[in-house]
């Protein structure tokens, strides 16, 4: 599917150029447009420079900062409260990165939440930043509600990832990057891109029904908690992506629930909202605030390297370790470039032209 | 299914006069009878009184120590590692979890990794006594290897369940307590009691093929990561239950993956263990952390009536919050006593006569 190859460092200028012309001071631009190119280098085009026009219009209809000040509200010695400014959640995420690691450096762990903010991009791009540090990292975010909690036909919930980043000693991070849904909207804009049906237990109908239509979502149709429904366990993924809702919003000032911002921009703003913009949750652990870090990792190792060598079921090759998918496409477009569907290449044209930007 | 209704502070009284028996300090076996019958309490009646003869056993097999001198080893202002000497998990954890309420009190947060531990009991339990305290409780507990991680036919991970309870206002608390498997182990107990076939993606056979058979576990079958294949989000399944597995002993230094110590006590235990017991992995965080606490609990409030007065599904009367299913099951059972099948009534009539406790 990918019509265009492009060079990395290219891609990453000529967003960061976008940025700067939007009003974005260059640290921020640059900040920003490293974050949002984590997830098209670690294969998860949904999430990355597809999206730059779209952060693009949330500022034209001024749900976008380009130039906030981002600050500290409310801190203890191992937590804080960060007031995003309506900056793009792609600066406002790595600054609150920031903040959990010194407090992590200082008190063992930090935790902070923020409100006030937009889409940040990948969870895995902030979580790793503990990792830089040799720390684990926790990421999470709420998003527009766009899934049905169970028994409900009402969209209450984002797909609310959240993602756990642990450093390992000679083996690579385990990076654990997950929605809270049975599939994440981006896979499922790839099948309403070639049409095709979508496997059964990823949607739901406006009237609560299964359904396999990739366009149900148009209809007032819902993605499904992780599990799909009751019997499996669909429960489970409703409760995990309430505690991301809650930790993110009800604990920053942020809106939760059904009341979350969306990313269209076209899209009206939820009324009566009872918050500040949308919300995020970090955390940092010291691996020495546990254990001496190198014994740590020698069992990090250990870990790693058993659950590697299990046994794997007829058909497949091996058993993997969360996070190996995307370091391996790391490892490709790096070398390779990432490659880009006409219609994304084409909109960055129309971005490069319009901004006088050349991609 | 419920043969006897045994009033619900005898059974705990009986409990606690067993534990005594094998040699637990009054305090210890009060808390430990209270963290079991809390299961029966809640209606999780496979992690409940029917285990107390499974707990003898491993005081019988020497695998737990009843009076241990249960100990913090390391320590920052946020996080502590506590070595449970082999004692009950039923009192490590209490004693770890005081740990993390203390220091969050001081820190914001606390985050208490265990060693040398044996099973907790329910990890929502645990949670709660941070709310009890006003603040955000977390419990997560490795287990014996039940579980296959994708692509696996090799059994790698215990259900690993994990607990956040948070604080409301009006509102009880929200109670999230689920293990990281499309059903918990003793869901497909109860099925295996009846022989009635168990729902598709909960388990697998030995060849790591599907099944429906709810004895497959004896023939080296697995039971799945919640999502159940990988079309449905099996991974992310694993990657909860492998963080849950990381947290609670690559943290502390107790035992993982496929090297934890199994519950009933004649399995033989894993050679070359890499760490000692089993682990746990505990968090409390202070609301007043992060914002004032009456304004956390109104949004709470808010948050828990938005989603409970969202439009049901056909057929299904109202949306539930976490842990409206348990609180209702303590309401009852408080009242009407704690419902046993005859086989655990017998059991613990056997265990009354060689004790000389009487039930």
Same mark, same amino acid.
Request: aromatic share 6%.
């Given at each position: 599917?990918?019509?265009? *190859?492009?060079?990395?460092?290219?891609?990453?200028?000529?967003?960061?150029?976008?940025?700067?012309?939007?009003?974005?001071? *260059?640290?921020?631009?640059?900040?920003?447009?490293?974050?949002?190119?984590?997830?098209?280098?670690?294969?998860?085009?949904?999430?990355?420079?597809?999206?730059?026009?779209?952060?693009?219009?949330?500022?034209?209809?001024?749900?976008?900062?380009?130039?906030?000040?981002?600050?500290?509200?409310?801190?203890? $010695?191992?937590?804080?409260?960060?007031?995003?400014?309506?900056?793009?959640?792609?600066?406002? @995420?790595?600054?609150?990165?920031?903040?959990?690691?010194?407090?992590?450096? @200082?008190?063992?762990?930090?935790?902070?939440?923020?409100?006030?903010?937009?889409?940040?991009?990948?969870?895995?791009?902030?979580?790793?930043?503990?990792?830089?540090?040799?720390?684990?990292?926790?990421?999470?975010?709420?998003?527009?509600?766009?899934?049905? $909690?169970?028994?409900?036909?009402?969209?209450?919930?984002?797909?609310?990832?959240?993602?756990?980043?642990?450093?390992?000693?000679? /083996?690579?991070?385990?990076?654990?990057?997950?929605?809270?849904?049975?599939?994440?909207?981006?896979?499922? /804009?790839?099948?309403?891109?070639?049409?095709?049906?979508?496997?059964?237990?990823?949607?739901?109908?406006?009237?609560?029904? $299964?359904?396999?239509? $990739?366009?149900?979502?148009?209809?007032?149709?819902?993605?499904?908690?992780?599990?799909?429904?009751?019997?499996?366990?669909?429960?489970?993924?409703?409760?995990?992506?309430?505690?991301?809702?809650?930790?993110?919003?009800?604990?920053?000032?942020?809106?939760?629930? +059904?009341?979350v911002p969306p990313f269209p921009a076209f899209v009206p703003m939820p009324s009566?909202?009872?918050?500040?913009?949308?919300?995020?949750?970090?955390?940092?652990?010291?691996i020495d605030a546990f254990r001496p870090a190198d014994e740590f990792k020698q069992?990090?190792?250990?870990?790693?390297?058993?659950?590697?060598? @299990?046994? +794997?079921?007829?058909?497949?090759?091996?058993? *993997?370790? +969360?996070?190996?998918?995307?370091?391996?496409? /790391?490892?490709i477009r790096r070398k390779a470039g990432i490659p880009l569907l006409n219609a994304?290449?084409?909109?960055?044209?129309?971005?490069?032209?319009?901004?006088?930007?050349?991609?």
């Open positions: 599917m990918a019509e265009h *190859l492009i060079d990395y460092e290219r891609l990453r200028s000529f967003t960061e150029q976008i940025f700067c012309k939007i009003g974005c001071p *260059l640290t921020d631009a640059r900040t920003a447009a490293t974050a949002l190119l984590s997830a098209d280098l670690r294969g998860i085009d949904s999430h990355g420079v597809a999206r730059l026009s779209g952060y693009v219009r949330l500022w034209e209809a001024k749900r976008v900062n380009a130039s906030p000040v981002v600050k500290i509200v409310h801190e203890t $010695p191992s937590t804080a409260v960060v007031d995003g400014d309506s900056g793009l959640g792609l600066v406002v @995420a790595p600054f609150a990165m920031k903040v959990a690691i010194e407090k992590a450096r @200082a008190a063992g762990t930090g935790w902070v939440s923020v409100s006030n903010s937009n889409h940040f991009g990948i969870a895995g791009h902030h979580a790793l930043m503990a990792v830089e540090e040799g720390m684990i990292g926790i990421a999470m975010t709420n998003a527009s509600a766009l899934v049905a $909690p169970t028994f409900s036909v009402e969209r209450m919930l984002g797909t609310n990832p959240v993602c756990v980043a642990i450093p390992a000693g000679n /083996e690579p991070a385990f990076v654990a990057d997950l929605a809270t849904t049975t599939a994440a909207n981006g896979k499922l /804009e790839i099948l309403q891109r070639k049409n095709q049906a979508a496997p059964a237990g990823w949607i739901q109908d406006k009237d609560g029904q $299964p359904s396999v239509n $990739p366009h149900e979502l148009k209809g007032g149709g819902a993605l499904l908690p992780l599990g799909g429904d009751r019997e499996h366990g669909s429960h489970k993924g409703y409760a995990l992506g309430a505690v991301v809702d809650i930790f993110s919003a009800v604990l920053s000032g942020a809106n939760y629930g +059904p009341w009566n909202q009872p918050g500040k913009g949308l919300g995020h949750f970090f955390g940092a652990m010291r069992h990090m190792d250990q870990w790693i390297q058993r659950f590697r060598s @299990a046994r +794997p079921a007829p058909g497949y090759e091996k058993v *993997l370790i +969360p996070g190996d998918p995307e370091r391996e496409a /790391e490892t994304v290449w084409q909109d960055l044209q129309d971005l490069g032209e319009r901004f006088d930007v050349k991609l």
